[in-house]
């Protein structure tokens, strides 16, 4: 399995700390370093928006959910 498809699968420390190395990379790379960071960061950061969204959503939810409950006691 390629990095690319374990992407997804990653904790979101090992993510933020891919994303880090690959823009790094980017940078200071040797050139094959530098056509692979750019080949995967497009991934990282669709996949670390993705999380950032869903736990907007949630977040979202809970205080919905709070507020419903708060008004059902009045």
Do not use: F, H, S, Y
């Not at 990653?10 to 040797?30: E, I, P």
């Amino acid at each position: 399995m390629d990095l690319l498809a374990k992407v997804p699968e990653m904790a979101d420390d090992a993510l933020t700390n891919l994303c880090a190395n690959a823009k790094r990379l980017v940078q200071a790379g040797t050139a094959r370093q530098q056509l692979a960071a750019q080949a995967l960061l497009p991934a990282i950061t669709a996949e670390m928006a993705l999380r950032r969204d869903r736990k907007t959503a949630d977040r979202t939810a809970q205080v919905a959910a709070a507020a419903a409950a708060r008004k059902v006691r009045k």
